[in-house]
T-cell receptor, first 115, second 112 residues
Framework: AQSVSQHNHHVILSEAASLELGCNYS??????LFWYVQYPGQHLQLLLK??????LVKGIKGFEAEFIKSKFSFNLRKPSVQWSDTAEYFC?????????????FGGGTRLMVKP | DAGITQSPRHKVTETGTPVTLRCHQT?????MYWYRQDPGHGLRLIHY???????DKGEVSDGYSVSRSKTEDFLLTLESATSSQTSVYFC???????????FGPGTRLTVT
């Protein structure tokens, strides 16, 4: 079955540190890729998305992600994190083989940024 | 924010009782989804709808049923709640089917 893996379950960083969160998926066909963020006590919000074109995608709040097709990866990056980035981050993949247009989510990475 | 509301926002119920969660949208989007969120599992799809009276199962549909009699409302029913259904339930909507997913505020359900 197709799956999405986020290898880091918990990440702790100090402010100004660089961030990279891994996301890999298992599907050989065409995909649409997403990163969502969930701040404490809030619902999921879209950070960025990739459908086609430039594999380096820029999102809100200084986040970016790079799609590497050969590695089946879509890692999230931010050069300098802030305390307000403390949240849980979810990678999601839409595998273009299903009639329901469903997203499959990874297990999430909980990021804590220390001030 | 997309116009999505969920009710109730919190509920505690006993094992064996029926429970219905409601998702209401004001965006007139075609697709609606129910996900559950559990630590370490991310979000898992329970059921989804691609139109009025058109629904299908997701990856964790056992023990759940859904109904969509109007574009704006998508109901999730636990026929006989079990402790394993303790979770946070999120409704999501999409006009283009997965390309623009917007989430509701969630319902925290505890089954004792």
């Amino acid at each position: 079955a197709q799956s999405v893996s986020q290898h880091n379950h918990h990440v702790i960083l100090s402010e100004a540190a660089s961030l990279e969160l891994g996301c890999n998926y298992s599907y050989g066909g065409t995909v649409n890729l997403f990163w969502y963020v969930q701040y404490p006590g809030q619902h999921l919000q879209l950070l960025l998305k990739y459908f086609s074109g430039d594999p380096l995608v820029k999102g809100i709040k200084g986040f970016e992600a790079e799609f590497i097709k050969s590695k089946f990866s879509f890692n999230l990056r931010k050069p300098s994190v802030q305390w307000s980035d403390t949240a849980e981050y979810f990678c999601a993949v839409k595998m273009n083989n299903n009639a329901g247009n469903m997203l499959t989510f990874g297990g999430g990475t909980r990021l804590m940024v220390k001030p | 924010d997309a116009g999505i509301t969920q009710s109730p926002r919190h509920k505690v119920t006993e094992t064996g009782t029926p429970v219905t969660l409601r998702c209401h949208q004001t965006e007139n989007h075609r697709y609606m989804y129910w996900y559950r969120q559990d630590p370490g599992h991310g979000l898992r799809l329970i059921h989804y709808s691609y139109g009025v009276k058109d629904t299908d199962k997701g990856e964790v549909s056992d023990g759940y049923s859904v109904s969509r009699s109007k574009t704006e409302d998508f109901l999730l029913t636990l026929e006989s709640a079990t402790s394993s259904q303790t979770s946070v339930y999120f409704c999501a909507i999409s006009e283009l089917g997965g390309r623009d997913l917007y989430f509701g505020p969630g319902t925290r359900l505890t089954v004792t």
